[in-house]
């Protein structure tokens, strides 16, 4: 399942590609559906910084099907990131709290110069559910893999989409 978001920023590429870099831990008050944000390692590489943020996600509702596998403390990920300070973009891995051995979620977050001080930022990932590892008996994997998708998406799209009006906020705020 594709996780694609397309937006703009109404500051600098430089502004947003280095707050989305380095200030993820303090923008978590801005986002509405994160309790925290936890930078966990991180590592200055020649060109770039590598990252390890936890996200820990508000209290949101369990599909039924899932109730019996999904525990409070499983809303959460790890984001495994790579940031490269030369193309202003990160590869990045993120490691979910549920059915962390079935699910592989990466992509890539790119940021254009959009003009006008503005800032475009690229979205581009992949969701992928290993059905015959799922924990579950063979006659309910193939629905519950889609349950699986749409709760991990539903955990984190607007985490993807309000990113980006969190950091205007934050911004703004810092002047």
């Not at 962390?100 to 990466?106: A, C, F, L, P, S």
């Not at 992928?128 to 893999?145: F, H, M, N, S, T």
């Not at 889609?146 to 991990?152: D, K």
């Not at 969190?166 to 703004?172: H, M, N, Q, T």
Request: contains cysteine; glycine residues 6%; negative net charge.
């Amino acid at each position: 399942m594709r996780l694609f978001v397309e937006d703009k920023v109404a500051f600098p590429r430089e502004r947003v590609y280095q707050a989305q870099r380095d200030d993820m831990a303090q923008l978590a008050s801005y986002l509405p559906n994160i309790e925290r944000i936890e930078v966990l390692e991180r590592e200055e590489r020649e060109g770039g910084v590598r990252i390890l943020n936890l996200w820990k996600a508000a209290a949101s509702e369990v599909p039924t099907v899932l109730r019996a596998f999904v525990k409070p403390e499983m809303m959460q990920w790890k984001d495994h990131a790579t940031w490269d300070d030369a193309t202003f973009s990160c590869a990045w891995r993120l490691e979910v709290g549920i059915f962390t051995e079935q699910v592989d979620i990466q992509g890539t977050t790119r940021f254009e110069d959009a003009g006008n001080g503005t800032c475009k930022v690229i979205l581009d990932g992949e969701l992928k559910v290993d059905e015959k590892r799922l924990p579950v008996p063979r006659l309910i994997a193939g629905k519950v893999v889609g349950e699986v998708e749409r709760f991990i998406v539903k955990m984190l799209t607007p985490n993807l989409t309000s990113v980006n009006r969190g950091l205007e906020s934050y911004l703004r705020a810092k002047g």
